[in-house]
């Protein structure tokens, strides 16, 4: 985590991970009861990670340039 915090501006933190964490966190309250802390934290983290990259595909999806699709023979 601390690694994270130091990679990763802390802009790019609020705008684009807050949300899925947000998200991420909203799903685990409401469908994972598992009455183990350890299963639940595995659950929520792994929901993040499928999610975070969800939206980074479809990030990389709406910023790709039209260039890039051409073909060079």
């Known amino acids: 985590?601390?690694?994270l915090f130091q990679l990763?501006?802390?802009?790019?933190?609020?705008s684009q991970q807050l949300p899925i964490i947000v998200a991420c966190f909203?799903?685990?309250e409401t469908f994972y009861k598992?009455?183990?802390?350890t299963?639940?934290?595995l659950a929520?983290?792994?929901t993040w990670f499928?999610?975070?990259?969800f939206a980074e595909l479809i990030r990389r999806m709406v910023t790709?340039?039209?260039?890039?699709?051409v073909q060079v023979n």
């Open 39 to 41: 299963l639940e934290t």
């Open 1 to 3: 985590m601390f690694a």
């Open 34 to 37: 598992f009455h183990s802390f």
């Open 50 to 53: 499928v999610c975070d990259g």
């Open 8 to 14: 990763v501006p802390l802009r790019r933190l609020l």
């Open 44 to 46: 929520f983290l792994a």
């Open 26 to 28: 909203l799903i685990a």
């Open 64 to 69: 790709r340039r039209p260039d890039e699709n």
